[in-house]
């Protein structure tokens, strides 16, 4: 059974900074892609970062610069170093899979609020 978890979340001011992990369990992914998604109120899911079992990475736009995705596959784990947060990334935060020639697994975890806010 797969399984992601995700943690590290909170309530921030813009400028300031904050790690999520991302646990994920039930298989070996440390050949599968693996990505940051995330869903602001009112709005549809989006991805954010993505990282390629070489490590190679992706980033949207409005993110580049800021946030940094790395993996630990020893251990399943996946982070998302996010800098300088702004106001309009205030989100749940989700982690998934997906190999390269699949879509994203239908399994998502409960996610992680971030808050950006004064």
């Known amino acids: 059974q797969v399984q992601f978890v995700e943690s590290g979340g909170g309530l921030v001011q813009p400028g300031g900074s904050l790690r999520l992990s991302c646990a994920a369990s039930g298989r070996d992914f440390s050949w599968w892609d693996m990505g940051w998604h995330r869903q602001a109120p009112g709005k549809q899911r989006e991805l954010v970062a993505t990282?390629?079992?070489?490590?190679?990475?992706g980033y949207i736009d409005s993110v580049k610069g800021r946030f940094t995705i790395s993996r630990d596959n020893a251990n399943n784990l996946v982070y998302l170093q996010m800098n300088s947060l702004k106001p309009d990334d205030t989100a749940v935060y989700y982690c998934?899979?997906?190999?390269?020639?699949?879509?994203?697994?239908?399994?998502w975890g409960q996610g992680t609020q971030v808050t950006v806010s004064a």
């Open positions: 998934n899979a997906r190999t390269s020639y699949s879509a994203w697994l239908p399994d």
């Open positions: 990282i390629t079992s070489r490590e190679s990475t």
